[in-house]
């Protein structure tokens, strides 16, 4: 009897202690309890200013989030840090995320989905981001970053320093239906032929690293890295041995474009054009120099245009992922996302007018809609693949071949098929 | 007493070694954080692996050059500057000095230095030599590698040799001299075997190092061009933590691990037959 009765004391123990603990209200979150730190590829003062604007206006708010740090890291290693940090075990709780990347990333579940964070604010105006814009970051039901820089590559060029060279000016040939490859190289044989030390056209972000930016080049041509299904390796086709063939010519016939190991800089006034984005063109207007910008230019197969996509992602190894993911919602409202437009360029349609961009950025209304508006609506976004990491170091170092005066263009094309063939089937 | 240092060897040494081998029997993802025992498919791939051959070859290159040069020069600097002159402290000072800097502020300095228009090339320039590009044109990339961490380590086995030199009894060269030797055989017959054990040490050292050079690759050349500066250390990091195959990595350390302590092994074997006072 006496045992009956410890078992029902027993019984109703544990069901008021369920009952206690399920009416329990969710654990309060203390104050200052939390840092969130984000890694990103710029060091650029502005771009810094905006963020941590941004952070201190969420953290008027809210009381629990103690500081929200913002890491830079070096762009041409910045996967390789990131990733690393990842795999150490100190990943970031957000972090900017390069598209290439963006499949890889998404294969091995870092990304966390944000869409219901997204949905279930007020405001947020999900349906308003461009469907396009998303592919990369959007599978059923989910969102895995916000694209917060759509941003395709331009020329951005030293008017001056052309000009005194006696080549003709990008945006007359371009109005003319006259900017090509073909003549965009003439340009920068001119420029360089006009004073020692002088270069046609530099490329930054290339830098001989990273390789997949040169679709802003050969997709002119026609070609492509591999398949749509990423299945099968192109390079080793003709019209990227055209385009290679073109590019090393520019380097080594020409001498217009920087040789590895040389350095160049455009702000500095020596460099004729460069191939780059909006989101590095912010100093342009300090410049004593004049300075123009036109998309880049037809090829002989194409007028393509290359986008390079910055998605900003709340890692799933994060310590903080619901307080990141409040962040990050807070961070890309419309309202916020506003604020990018003078750096990079929206993927919110309303953030798209020409006349939005040209009263933020550098940009003025022609130019806002010539780069911009029909850059996003005719360009692609630069290379993608789940396998990148294999893929681009195999690829990186069959190319160091294509970087001598003597290379073997169709060679080492094959070989880089050799090398990766195997990696995307 | 020795509970603290037990300890330490025991979590900061045995424990990694031990995962590291555990490791290398898995398909370990470290940025998905998947791992599944795959039992010796990453050494049966270590054999087949072109590419991790062409590395093994170049760290073996690399350590070929390294050492007798490092070594070599750190004696003949060692014996300049065992001699009395003025200012010999100085210079002590001055090739030691690259052993306090950072590894990565050394590298970069060097990478700007060896620039296709760096100051190497400017000054080559204005002798009407058109240098290379030391960081892309083969077999300079290797070269300058090898010249990079020479003289960054030099300094070290410097001070060694020169702590070895000044404990050679100074009779042991009056007496030599009254028998009519002259300063080669001096210094074969006397100075050589009384230094030796510092040699031993030296070289030990010096190797282990070759085989672990990683920050210099990576900031200077980062393997390439090609793989033609690709070593183990850092095709281990690219298979780590670039391509996530940690188990792959796994064993490739163990590789190396395992080929360092053998080449270590058999140098403190062979000591005897010419390390002076070793039997």
């Known amino acids: 009897m006496k045992a009956k009765y410890l078992k029902m004391i027993a019984a109703g123990s544990a069901i008021a202690l369920v009952a206690f603990i399920g009416v329990q209200p969710a654990k309060a979150v203390a104050n200052g309890s939390i840092t969130l730190r984000m890694t990103m590829w710029s060091s650029n003062a502005g771009h810094l200013a905006l963020f941590k604007g941004i952070a201190d206006e969420y953290k008027k708010t809210h009381p629990e989030i103690a500081d929200i740090k913002f890491e830079s890291l070096d762009f041409a290693t910045y996967t390789q840090l990131l990733t690393t940090q990842i795999a150490g075990g100190k990943a970031p709780d957000l972090a900017w995320i390069l598209e290439k990347?963006?499949?890889?990333?998404?294969?091995?579940?870092?990304?966390?989905?944000?869409?219901?964070?997204?949905?279930?604010?007020?405001?947020?105006?999900?349906?308003?981001?461009?469907?396009?814009?998303?592919?990369?970051?959007?599978?059923?039901?989910?969102?895995?970053?916000?694209?917060?820089?759509?941003?395709?590559?331009?020329?951005?060029?030293?008017?001056?320093?052309?000009?005194?060279?006696?080549?003709?000016?990008?945006?007359?040939?371009?109005?003319?239906?006259?900017?090509?490859?073909?003549?965009?190289?003439?340009?920068?044989?001119?420029?360089?032929?006009?004073?020692?030390?002088?270069?046609?056209?530099?490329?930054?972000?290339?830098?001989?690293?990273?390789?997949?930016?040169?679709?802003?080049?050969?997709?002119?041509?026609?070609?492509?890295?591999?398949?749509?299904?990423?299945?099968?390796?192109?390079?080793?086709?003709?019209?990227?041995?055209?385009?290679?063939?073109?590019?090393?010519?520019?380097?080594?016939?020409?001498?217009?474009?920087?040789?590895?190991?040389?350095?160049?800089?455009?702000?500095?006034?020596?460099?004729?054009?460069?191939?780059?984005?909006?989101?590095?063109?912010?100093?342009?207007?300090?410049?004593?120099?004049?300075?123009?910008?036109?998309?880049?230019?037809?090829?002989?197969?194409?007028?393509?245009?290359?986008?390079?996509?910055?998605?900003?992602?709340?890692?799933?190894?994060?310590?903080?992922?619901?307080?990141?993911?409040?962040?990050?919602?807070?961070?890309?409202?419309?309202?916020?996302?506003?604020?990018?437009?003078?750096?990079?360029?929206?993927?919110?349609?309303?953030?798209?007018?020409?006349?939005?961009?040209?009263?933020?950025?550098?940009?003025?209304?022609?130019?806002?809609?010539?780069?911009?508006?029909?850059?996003?609506?005719?360009?692609?976004?630069?290379?993608?693949?789940?396998?990148?990491?294999?893929?681009?170091?195999?690829?990186?170092?069959?190319?160091?071949?294509?970087?001598?005066?003597?290379?073997?263009?169709?060679?080492?094309?094959?070989?880089?098929?050799?090398?990766?063939?195997?990696?995307?089937? | 007493m020795a509970a603290p240092v037990l300890l330490g060897f025991i979590f900061l040494v045995l424990y990694p070694v031990l995962s590291v081998i555990r490791d290398s029997f898995t398909s370990y993802n470290p940025l998905s954080g998947d791992a599944a025992y795959i039992g010796a498919d990453n050494y049966t791939r270590l054999v087949q692996d072109e590419t991790a051959i062409e590395v093994a070859k170049n760290t073996l290159i690399f350590a070929c050059i390294l050492v007798p040069v490092n070594m070599a020069l750190a004696l003949f600097l060692a014996v300049l500057l065992n001699m009395h002159f003025k200012g010999r402290t100085t210079f002590r000072a001055i090739f030691f000095s690259p052993v306090i800097v950072s590894t990565v502020a050394w590298t970069i300095v060097w990478k700007y230095i060896l620039q296709d228009d760096g100051p190497i090339n400017y000054f080559l320039g204005l002798a009407g030599v058109d240098g290379p590009n030391w960081l892309r044109d083969n077999p300079w990339p290797m070269m300058s590698v090898v010249m990079v961490q020479v003289f960054k380590n030099l300094g070290m086995n410097m001070i060694f040799f020169l702590a070895a030199l000044q404990g050679v009894p100074e009779e042991m060269y009056e007496s030599s001299e009254i028998d009519g030797a002259n300063r080669w055989q001096q210094f074969k017959k006397i100075t050589l075997p009384f230094i030796s054990p510092t040699i031993l040490l030296v070289a030990i050292l010096t190797i282990a190092g070759a085989f672990q050079v990683f920050a210099q690759v990576l900031l200077l050349t980062g393997g390439g061009p090609g793989l033609s500066t690709t070593v183990l250390s850092y095709y281990i990091f690219i298979n780590a933590f670039q391509i996530f195959d940690l188990g792959y990595a796994s064993a490739l350390a163990v590789c190396l691990f395992v080929f360092v302590m053998g080449l270590t092994v058999a140098q403190w074997q062979i000591r005897t037959r010419w390390v002076f006072r070793e039997v």
């Open chain 1, 101 to 425: 990347d963006a499949q890889q990333f998404r294969a091995n579940n870092l990304l966390l989905n944000v869409q219901p964070q997204m949905e279930s604010t007020p405001g947020y105006k999900l349906d308003e981001i461009a469907a396009g814009s998303l592919g990369l970051w959007r599978a059923p039901r989910s969102v895995y970053a916000y694209p917060f820089s759509t941003s395709p590559f331009a020329i951005f060029y030293n008017a001056d320093l052309i000009k005194a060279s006696g080549a003709e000016d990008p945006e007359a040939l371009r109005a003319k239906g006259e900017w090509t490859w073909a003549n965009a190289a003439k340009v920068a044989k001119a420029v360089t032929d006009y004073q020692k030390g002088n270069y046609g056209l530099n490329f930054p972000t290339f830098n001989y690293t990273t390789w997949n930016g040169l679709a802003a080049i050969w997709r002119g041509f026609g070609a492509e890295a591999w398949n749509k299904t990423g299945t099968t390796c192109t390079f080793d086709s003709k019209q990227m041995n055209n385009a290679m063939t073109f590019f090393h010519s520019m380097i080594y016939k020409d001498k217009s474009f920087p040789a590895p190991g040389v350095s160049s800089d455009f702000f500095a006034g020596n460099v004729g054009m460069s191939l780059i984005q909006l989101s590095r063109a912010a100093s342009l207007p300090t410049m004593k120099w004049k300075w123009g910008v036109v998309p880049l230019p037809k090829g002989p197969v194409a007028d393509a245009q290359a986008i390079g996509q910055a998605g900003m992602a709340v890692l799933t190894k994060s310590k903080n992922r619901k307080a990141a993911a409040d962040f990050l919602v807070f961070a890309t409202n419309p309202e916020n996302a506003a604020k990018y437009v003078a750096f990079f360029p929206s993927s919110r349609t309303p953030l798209m007018d020409p006349k939005v961009i040209a009263k933020a950025s550098i940009l003025n209304e022609a130019q806002a809609k010539l780069i911009v508006a029909d850059g996003i609506s005719k360009g692609q976004i630069l290379t993608s693949h789940p396998k990148i990491s294999s893929i681009e170091l195999s690829v990186k170092s069959t190319l160091d071949g294509l970087w001598k005066a003597d290379a073997n263009i169709a060679q080492t094309l094959n070989d880089v098929c050799t090398k990766i063939q195997p990696i995307l089937r």
